[in-house]
């Protein structure tokens, strides 16, 4: 599926590795999806919340199931998020520039797993100036 597709469809997003830094990736991609009126749900063993919303530990305490998980990880830590995304039933994945390895591309293709290798902030963008 296209980024700007997925982009398009599907509205119930988490993003793994939420930072309350405002200078990080994961802190700017949460607060860019909100701004864009999608659900997200921010996901940091480290914080508990961030801008008043709760931030969660993992996937596995959502509150509701998310159509698409966003990767701000290093790709070791992604390994295990693909694991969880299996087991909770995700079947997109957005990864980040830098989330990215061959491990967490082979097992999301063995999971059945779609991953899309772009940078949502830009997909954002494009998708501002088309409207």
Known sequence: M???KLLEDFKNWAVVGVSADKERY???IYK?????GYNVFGINP?????DGDKVYKSLKD????VDVVNFVVNP?????VVEDCAAEGVKYIWLQPGTVSDEVLELA???EIEAVQACVLVGLSYKDQNK
């Open 26 to 28: 994961g802190y700017k």
């Open 32 to 36: 860019k999806l909100k701004a864009h």
């Open 62 to 65: 959502l509150p509701e199931k």
């Open 2 to 4: 296209s980024p700007e």
């Open 46 to 50: 480290g914080i508990q919340e961030l």
């Open 109 to 111: 293709s063995e999971k």
């Open 76 to 80: 070791k830590i992604g390994i295990s």
